[in-house]
C-alpha cells in the first residue's frame, strides 16, 4: 500500500480537461458492504453554492449507478497512463457479471465510508449534494439528442461536494 496525502482543492492544477475526457476515471461507491466501480469520461469539477464541487453523469442501465445511489459518498480515481487498459475494461464489462476489481486486481482502500484505489495516483472523495435526471426537453440541440442518446437512456447527473483531494506520494 502507497502513501496517500491530502492536499487542498486551491493547490491541485491538474488540467480537468485532460483528467476527465482524455485520461478518465473510474466512479466507485460502496453498497451493502461490496465496491463496485465504472469508467467515466464524462464530468467536471467547478464550484456550485459556494461549494468545490465535481460532477458525474451515469446511465440508467450501469450496475454502478445502483451503488451510486445507495451510498451518500463516492470517489473518483484516477490513473496513471499505464492502467488505459484496465480502465477500458472496467467502462466495457458490469459488475453484474463479474467482479470487476478482483479481475483486475485493484486494491480497495477506505477515506471513511468511501471506496478509492491504491493503484490510482489521485482520488477525489466526494459526497453527494444534488442528483437530477436528464430530460430529452432539456437537451437544446437536438443533434446531441440523436448522437448520444438513441436508446433514450438519459444520463443520471450527480454533483459531490469534494471532501478530499488525496495525492499518491
Not at 449507478?65 to 484516477?78: G, H, I, M, P, Q
Not at 446531441?144 to 438513441?150: G, T, V
Amino acid at each position: 500500500m502507497k502513501a496517500w496525502k491530502e492536499v487542498s482543492p486551491e493547490q491541485w492544477t491538474e488540467n480537468a480537461f485532460t483528467l476527465i475526457g482524455k485520461e478518465w476515471m473510474l466512479v466507485a461507491a460502496e453498497k451493502d458492504g461490496r465496491v463496485n466501480a465504472m469508467t467515466a469520461g464524462w464530468g467536471g469539477l467547478g464550484i456550485l453554492w459556494g461549494k468545490k464541487v465535481a460532477f458525474i453523469f451515469i446511465r440508467p442501465q450501469r450496475f454502478t449507478k445502483e451503488f451510486v445511489d445507495a451510498a451518500d459518498t463516492l470517489s473518483l480515481t484516477f490513473f496513471g497512463p499505464e492502467y488505459r487498459e484496465m480502465l477500458g475494461y472496467m467502462g466495457r464489462v458490469s459488475g453484474r457479471q463479474e467482479d470487476k476489481i478482483q479481475h483486475e486486481g485493484l486494491t480497495v482502500l477506505h477515506q471513511g465510508e468511501t471506496p478509492y484505489f491504491d493503484e490510482a495516483r489521485l482520488a477525489l472523495i466526494g459526497r453527494k449534494i444534488y442528483v437530477q435526471d436528464m430530460k430529452p426537453e432539456c437537451i437544446l440541440d437536438p443533434k446531441d439528442d440523436a448522437q448520444w442518446y438513441e436508446e433514450k437512456d438519459y444520463h443520471t447527473m450527480y454533483v459531490v461536494e469534494l471532501e478530499k483531494v488525496l495525492e499518491a506520494e
